[in-house]
């Protein structure tokens, strides 16, 4: 494992980190963890040298906290690692209820410090409610106290909202959504490189996009097979985060074993500055490629729901790019026919609740009206353009 410097003090942390929000599950159910194959992947990861892990109040709807703090009251070892989590922003309507969620969560995880804890999924609105609750004073008491060791937010939002929250503290570190395709969306690599001159170390998030740049599509996949360095799309994916100085550690949100040993096996060629100016160009190739075959910007993190109308609107949003981006148009439109008539995407009624929730900034409804005609009514990706 390659480790990296991190925050304000002298921690080393691993260049993966275990993203503790795609578990394997049993039934369906978010909430209904596998905790034996959990475990054994928790296990292998730490074994392997990973001690950052990273979970948050609402993952699992709640489960993953416990989890993680069953897990290492069963194997042991805390004292060697490096446990984030997060604040969850939304829910503070008040001053007190800052402790009576930071105790809650000490409870679950049965710990009684968390190393670095995160204002969670801080946007415009979010910052405003930390600044009205005062989090950040509250946040330097607890530090003081013990209870936390270092303080950062993880963020989705667009670059001005960035950079006024970057430079409005002294933060140890900042958790972002950033890989190749994202360059320009949210901190993008302008609000990345700001991070760095400030002294924050980036905890990076999504480094597939939501798993996206797993399974490229032919023309994609092509223009990988090009490289005379044979990687997969997913060790592209991470090698290029990797590559760049201001990254501390990449979270994977891993939900099978063999995930983690890929990952892992990933994050020992992890070196900054490794990717020749042919490689860039590739992968700049490669952007452009996914541009154009994957229309609708949306890494399936569910933040629009639930919608008014009940739509699973990332999951249309995710047939929807399929079928573009495989060119398989007929099967899909066979797959979106079992949908619900109520829950299909003509039954959107612009009604405006999910759209201020995506931190991808979709304009949702009027997707839904060419998902509707493409997928119901027999119109052509060419046709809604
Ligand atoms: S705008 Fe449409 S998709 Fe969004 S919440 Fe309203 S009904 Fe649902
Ligand atoms: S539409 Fe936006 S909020 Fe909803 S899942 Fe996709 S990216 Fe997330």
Redesign the pocket.
Known sequence: MKYRNFGKTNDLVSVLGFGCMRFPTIGGDSANIDEEKSFAMLKYAMDAGVNYFDTAYPYHRGESERLVGRFFQQVGGRENVHIATKLPSWLVKSPDDLDRLLNEQLEKLQMDYIDYYLLHALNKDHWQTMKDNAAIQWAEKVMAAGKIRQLGFSFHDEYPVFEEILTSYDWSFAQVQYNYMDIENQAGAKGVHLAGERGVSIVVMEPLLGGRLANPPQPVAALWDQSETKRSPVDWALQWVWDQPEVSVILSGMSTLEQVQQNVESAKQAVVGQLTQAEKELISDVRVEYKRLSPIPCTNCQY?LP???D?K?PELFGMYNEARMYDSLESTRQWYGHVDDAVKAS?????????PKCPQNIV??DW?VKVAAVMEEGKSFEDVM
């Open positions: 629009c919608c008014t109308v739509i609107i039954a959107c009624i612009d009604c405006d609740a999910c759209e949702i409804s839904m």
